[in-house]
């Protein structure tokens, strides 16, 4: 790709791919934890990370710790990872922390590592949806648990909320969110249940809501977070003022970021790449001293797509200066944006466009119809 794109903010995502047991939605690469196995995979990673250290041109905006469970990391194994590493002032270091794993002790020791923000995996406040997700904590567990991360000292803490549930209501989602909105997150990541082919939960497909429902259960779950407070800053994403993920709008405004471990993928200077999801492959890799694996150089076209799908992800938008300056010319596409304004489901105007509160159920929609 040229190399007028200039090298902005960079981020690192860290992969930690076992779990202490699998949740029947999940469609991310983990396995089964074992003491042994983690700890083999942790000198791997570090391994890795020696390969990629001099890459490491500018100080880091982000990173972040995701599974799989990384908080079955202990606070010496983080330290380790992040080491010598180069951070800017604010940066944002983040972990996925599963709420089974918030104690005291934990909480003592995290605060002796550089993470700052924690990402709950709690996906609902109702007992009867999380024994369905097979989750292993009750909804009675999440309010204590997040009074000690605060009383710890964690103050960004973002929640994660599964919706689209099989046989919910628009009552039924009202409720958990009111009362995910009392913990008082300052953010929260709202994600539509996705039952895959291949998943031990697809007998239930036919059970989730019609889609008239869910986009009414959306819709709802966006008013009742921006009226709390929780500004909806991209189509599942939502923060109060000063706490949107720095680490996401990496991805959505298409900054570098490398990515280490198994099944991680990364996109750093025009290439993107992913490690292989299979634990031997990966450590194959590292131990061959392989950088950057499966890189696929993105031509201007490629990264014009991934640019205008992300963009359109957020809802500022895709500003048509910014546009121009990337790529060297016009966005255009003036038909295709006429008749979904026209339609209602864009926004568009001199500066730019976004997809308006009635198009985000359907961004996948109106972005295909764009490209
Ligand atoms: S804890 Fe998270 S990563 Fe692990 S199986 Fe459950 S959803 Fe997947």
Not at 36 to 54: A, D, G, P
Not at 103 to 127: A, F, M, V
Not at 186 to 213: A, G, M, T
Not at 324 to 351: C, H, N, P
Request: charged share 25%; aromatic share 10%.
């Amino acid at each position: 790709m040229e190399s007028h794109i200039s090298p902005g903010p960079l981020g690192l995502y860290v992969h930690i791919p076992f779990c202490l047991t699998r949740c029947p939605y999940c469609a991310f690469f983990s396995l089964p934890f074992s003491r042994e196995r983690f700890e083999h995979y942790l000198k791997i990673l570090n391994q890795e990370k020696e390969l990629y250290r001099s890459m490491i041109d500018r100080p880091l905006r982000s990173v972040y710790f995701g599974g799989g469970t990384p908080s079955l990391m202990s606070a010496s194994q983080i330290n380790a990872i992040l080491q010598d590493m180069p951070f800017e002032d604010d940066a944002e270091i983040s972990l996925e922390i599963n709420p089974i794993q918030v104690n005291p002790q934990y909480i003592t020791e995290l605060k002796s590592t550089p993470i700052n923000r924690l990402s709950l995996g709690i996906q609902s406040l109702n007992d009867e949806d999380l024994k369905w997700l097979q989750r292993r904590h009750k909804a009675a567990d999440i309010a204590p648990r997040i009074k000690l991360l605060r009383d710890g000292g964690f103050s960004n803490i973002s929640l994660d909320y599964i919706y689209g549930l099989p046989n919910s209501s628009l009552e039924s989602v009202r409720t958990t969110l009111e009362q995910m909105i009392e913990l008082e997150p300052d953010h929260l990541s709202s994600y539509l249940l996705e039952i895959y082919d291949d998943s031990p939960i697809v007998k239930f497909r036919n059970q989730i809501p019609q889609d008239e429902v869910l986009a009414d259960q959306y819709e709802m779950i966006c008013s009742m977070l921006e009226a709390a407070g929780l500004r909806q800053y991209e189509v599942s994403n939502f923060a109060r003022e000063g706490c949107q993920s720095k680490h996401n709008l990496l991805y959505w405004k298409r900054n570098d970021y490398l990515a280490w471990g198994a099944g991680a993928s990364g996109y750093f200077q025009g290439q993107k790449y992913q490690n292989p999801a299979d634990l031997e492959l990966y450590e194959e890799g590292v131990l061959a001293h392989r950088i950057f694996p499966g890189a696929i150089e993105n031509t201007l076209e490629d990264d014009e797509w991934d640019y205008t799908m992300m963009r359109l992800r957020l809802i500022e938008g895709l500003n048509f200066a910014e546009y121009r300056m990337r790529y060297g010319r016009d966005f255009g596409r003036e038909q295709a944006i006429r008749k979904l304004a026209d339609s209602g489901v864009l926004i568009a105007d001199t500066k730019g466009i976004r997809i308006s509160p009635k198009g985000l159920f359907i961004s996948n929609y109106i972005i295909s119809e764009l490209l």
